[in-house]
């Protein structure tokens, strides 16, 4: 396998690339535009799905129930909300099922409890 020389760049892309389409060994093309090893190209990082129906359910947590019916029935809500909106019904709910829905909101609200080992 030769190694990519970059005089050759104007080739066809197929004859520095692989029959996987991975570069071959030696490749230079995007060297400058490339992040240092040990640094990230997005160092804040996106919020998770998880973060967001978090963030819903501290915001919806004081409104009443028809008020999440509502938000619930909306098709133009976001999906975070609306699934934030079905965990605080959930939590309302009598027996195990309430309680779980309960734990599960209060950990992804005011966290889990420290537990030492």
């Known amino acids: 396998m030769a190694l990519f020389n970059i005089d050759d760049y104007d080739k066809p ?3 520095y690339r692989n029959s996987r389409g991975h570069f071959l060994p030696g490749n230079k093309i995007g060297v400058d ?6 640094t990230s190209g997005n160092p ?18 004081p409104e009443p129930s028809h008020v999440l019916l509502e938000i619930i029935e909306k098709d133009d809500e976001p999906v975070a909300k609306q699934i934030a909106a079905q965990r605080l019904l959930g939590a309302r709910r009598e027996g195990r099922d309430g309680r779980e ?3 599960l909101v209060c950990d992804r609200t005011a966290g889990r409890p420290h537990v030492s080992v």
């Open 44 to 61: 804040g990082g996106s919020r998770t799905t998880g973060a967001w129906i978090a963030e819903w359910m501290n915001i919806l947590c």
């Open 13 to 15: 892309e197929f004859e």
């Open 33 to 38: 535009t490339r992040f240092p090893p040990g």
């Open 101 to 103: 829905e309960t734990a």
